[in-house]
């Protein structure tokens, strides 16, 4: 399914994008910039601080190391403030030394005995010098007669450790100033530097995100989404999706209802989930090809895949039983079609032979000639009847009987078959029993001595099916093959799928707790054996009404030889027409 257009009609308005990638690219610049002017903002708020506190600590720096030069002290008692005296001469060498503004050497009254403008030595300074003249130290930015700078402010001692006066060393404030605007253009380089590289990391993420999105609006994507969730949980197939590592990632409703799994298998792995058996080597791709067919339970499911471009991949998923089964009906209908157009001819030509011996005045011969035929079907209608006591199964065995007639073939019931009336599931016994008699008369067919031996046995409640036939067989090495979907050596039928029958006879089995089997018969041909155990239903109590109440079981299909008529003669049978009789 194609995206929806998205492409609008009129003049274009400027305003908030709708594709993901200009949403995206637009979000991520606008991150990356005010994170960017964000750091820079906080990066330079306390730079201006720390420029000041180091320009104090080294105010305080120069400060101290003048004050312990003990030639200042002594020079400051002896002599008197001149703008040659010893003092300032000494103060104006540390000036020029370390770059600093000025160096003022004061005595206790706070007269200055040195200073860069020689007028003002002998002048009382400008600033309070109590805190320096009490013996503590002074880290300040303050302005004086020089103007705003960052100072430093000592006691100066003499060689008693006496307070004989205060040094007071200035920084230039405009020089901090200057190195913090001399720091923003590096820093607005950093920054700047910064803000492209995100910028071009947000421009390649968008356009990945582009071509991972088609350049869809997000409003597009939400209709997309919620379009994809109805279809899937509508739609009569059922989708499995899976990741790179074998994982489901999404199962519909009808995916859930064909495997018999729940919601809560999203994120397990496959083989975890279904369990080992053809249906999951299909879905995990170990199984190759198109229209690949899998038996899950009792369903025949018609399963494809494909690939996706992570790695995983999609699997769709057709519920095939209820065709499979028309096709084998259709399959029965056919053979049955064809008993009945060779059943044609030969009853036109027995009612040939029966007119002729009618016109030769040859009564007796054609009554012993009707009688011998109509002898034969019924015998085995009988035959079939006496050991089969339930309906649908007998009508099943006399059926096939007329078509193994017609296919030449001879089908009889094994001497010890006796199945009682009180099958729990007939249907899916006629399931089992005509799929093995159908298998059994395809390999019977064509053979030297062609027959097909049924046997039907109960033993308590588990019931015995066995059916022999004179076909070439089934090598040793493919016992277990023929019980695997799409294994088969005949040709496609009408419905155009084969391998199925046997798989479903083993699947039915299982499913209540039995087995199916095949094996070598001595006379030569297969043996399929199916076991079922509680096949059957607990006996009735002693005395209840019921079939078999009576110490005998009714036919199901002649209908009960005591049941008469007004003229007291025995009912119609009730039957399927067998060969040589109208339909």
Known sequence: MSPPSTTSRGPRRIGWPKRVFSQVLLMQLAIITGVTVLVTGLFLAPLSDQLDDQAMRRALAI????????????????TEPRADGPVQTAAERVRRSTGAEYVVIMDRRGVRWSHPDTSRIGDVVSTDPSTALAGRSVMEIDSGTLGRSARGKVPLLDGSDRIVGAVSVGIAYDSVRARL???????????????????????????????QTHDLAFSDISA????????????????????????????NDEAQRLLGLGPDVAGMHLDEALGEG??????????????????????????????????????????????????????????????????????????????????????DDAVEFVTEVVGVHRATAEQVTEKVH????????????????????????AEESVLPDRLVDPRGLVTVLGNLVDNALDAAAGSAASRIEVGLRADGRTVVLRVRDSGPGVPA??????????????????????????????????????????SDSPEGGAVFTVVLPE????????????????????????????????????SAPVRPPTSGETP
């Open 63 to 78: 400060a101290q190391s003048t004050a312990a030069q003990p030639r200042i002290a002594d020079s400051l008692l002896a």
């Open 181 to 211: 605007l001399a720091a923003i253009p590096g820093l607005l380089a950093y920054a700047g530097g910064a803000l492209a590289a995100g910028a071009l990391a947000a421009y390649l993420i968008s356009r990945r995100l582009q071509r």
């Open 224 to 251: 997309l989404l919620t379009e994809r969730e109805a279809m899937l949980h509508s739609i009569r197939e059922g989708v499995v999706a899976l990741d790179r590592t074998g994982r489901i990632r999404l199962l």
């Open 278 to 363: 053809r249906t999951t080597d299909v879905l995990a791709g170990r199984v190759t090809g198109d229209d690949l067919v899998a038996v899950r339970g009792s369903r025949v499911l018609l399963a494809n895949r494909m690939p996706t471009e992570d790695g995983g991949a999609v699997a769709t998923l057709r519920d095939r039983t209820e065709l499979e089964y028309l096709g084998r009906e259709l399959d029965s209908t056919r053979g049955l079609i064809d008993a009945l157009r060779a059943q044609d001819h030969e009853h036109a030509n027995r009612l040939h032979t029966l007119l002729g011996l009618l016109e030769l005045e040859m009564h």
């Open 390 to 413: 339930d309906p649908l199964l007998a009508a099943l065995l006399v059926g096939k009987a007329t078509v193994a007639a017609e296919r030449g073939v001879a089908l009889r019931m």
């Open 477 to 518: 090495d493919d016992h277990e093959s023929i019980f695997m979907e799409g294994w088969s050596t005949k040709e496609l039928p009408a419905h155009g799928k084969r391998g199925l029958g046997l798989p479903l006879v083993r699947r039915l089995a299982e499913r209540q707790g039995g087995s199916a089997s095949v």
């Open 535 to 570: 096949a059957l239903r607990e006996p009735d109590r002693p005395g209840a009404l019921g079939p078999g109440a009576n110490g005998r079981q009714a036919n199901p299909v002649r209908g009960d030889a005591d049941e008469r008529g007004d003229s007291g003669r025995a």
